[in-house]
Nanobody, 125 residues
Framework: VQLQASGGGLVQAGDSLRLSCAGSGCTFSSYAMGWFRQAPGKEREFVAAITESGAGIRFADSVKGRFTISRDNAKNTVYLQMNSLNTDDTAVYYC???????????????????WGQGTQVTVSS
């Protein structure tokens, strides 16, 4: 499983960005997907997750109402739409894949077996 994240950049507070994560080497629709982020000097934290079909979605409280997550299994891609960005959203954003099945652990970083390389998001005030 290979994941390639893209779409990061430098924006101003209040702006929007859409991150994409393209999967290859796997049956993409068999994996739940998640987005995590890591700011300098901080641990990697959960941002959002979506089940294999897209029916289940979870968000961190800090992004709820501002971010949305979606996926297009025909394109092997998951998206993170980020609106009303603020300086606290500055981080490297990672997409990750969790094998699908009966149980789903959207916030548990240890349950994600595959990770993309990360894309930098910088929000200036």
């Amino acid at each position: 499983v290979q994941l390639q994240a893209s779409g990061g950049g430098l924006v101003q507070a209040g702006d929007s960005l859409r991150l994409s994560c393209a999967g290859s080497g796997c049956t993409f629709s068999s994996y739940a997907m998640g987005w995590f982020r890591q700011a300098p000097g901080k641990e990697r934290e959960f941002v959002a997750a979506i089940t294999e079909s897209g029916a289940g979605i979870r968000f961190a409280d800090s992004v709820k109402g501002r971010f949305t997550i979606s996926r297009d299994n025909a394109k092997n891609t998951v998206y993170l739409q980020m609106n009303s960005l603020n300086t606290d959203d500055t981080a490297v954003y990672y997409c990750a894949a969790q094998a699908g099945g009966r149980s789903w652990y959207p916030r548990d970083i240890k349950k994600y077996a595959y990770w993309g390389q990360g894309t930098q998001v910088t929000v200036s005030s």
